[in-house]
């Protein structure tokens, strides 16, 4: 089972991988990830990925597509694999079709996490840290003294990216980045809208569903 997750920051994608994962028994690859990786292992493409980094610019497409083709001949995806993080972009996915093509692959599903802006912003803005590691949320896990850490009494904090305006320019890059992405995967048949809103268990068994369906 090929699978690409798709969703904005703030929709889940992680808690729902991981339970994909548990019971699909194929890995999560995350663009992130795998990058970081390929540096450290100092694979071709990894090289490659090092010098646009250390100057401070982004990965070309190819070099990507590259750092994915190794990352998807390991062993561990025999059976398949959920892409997480890309494609980002219409050309990274038609890219992406013509890479999978040549090794006699494609993509089975793209399951969309989709939760309105209000909500993600509930979400994402309610999340405070404290220096300790700890972390919680207004909503979702409140600390019992507000603005205070329980378990070592320091003042929490929100970070940058965590404050509302931070919140909605990530949202606003989503969808301008997204929108294309969903018309060209719609059009393949291929996309399987899910509502992210409900319980995590919810959720998990709409997807759950698509794939098994």
């Known amino acids: 089972m090929n699978l690409i997750l798709l969703g904005p920051p703030g929709a889940g994608k992680g808690t729902q991988a991981k339970k994909m994962i548990d019971a699909l028994q194929i890995p999560q690859i995350s663009t992130g990830d795998i990058l970081r990786a390929a ?54 996915a038609s890219s ?32 405070w840290m404290c220096t300790c ?40 890059n989503y969808h301008k980045q997204t929108a294309p992405l969903i018309d060209f995967y719609s059009a393949k048949g291929l996309l399987r809208s899910i509502p992210g809103t409900g319980s995590p268990d919810n959720i998990y068994s709409a997807i759950m569903a698509v794939v098994n369906g």
């Not at 093509?101 to 509930?122: C, F, G, M, T, Y």
């Not at 320091?154 to 305006?165: G, H, I, N, S, T």
């Open 133 to 172: 590691g700890a972390s919680f949320h207004k909503i979702f896990n409140p600390p019992k003294v507000d603005g205070i850490c329980d378990l070592c009494g320091a003042k929490l904090y929100q970070r940058d990216d965590d404050k509302e305006d931070a919140i909605k320019v990530r949202l606003e």
């Open 96 to 127: 992406l079709a013509i890479m999978l093509e040549k090794s006699n692959r494609a993509i089975d599903h793209v399951i969309s996490i989709e939760v309105p802006d209000e909500d993600l912003l509930a979400r994402l803005t309610g999340r």
């Open 39 to 92: 540096v450290k292992d100092g694979t071709e493409m990894g090289v490659e990925a090092k010098k646009y980094m250390d100057a401070g610019k982004l990965v070309p497409d190819s070099v990507v597509i590259g750092i994915i083709d190794e990352r998807l001949k390991e062993k561990d995806c025999t059976k398949g694999f959920i892409l997480d993080g890309f494609p980002r972009t219409v050309d990274q």
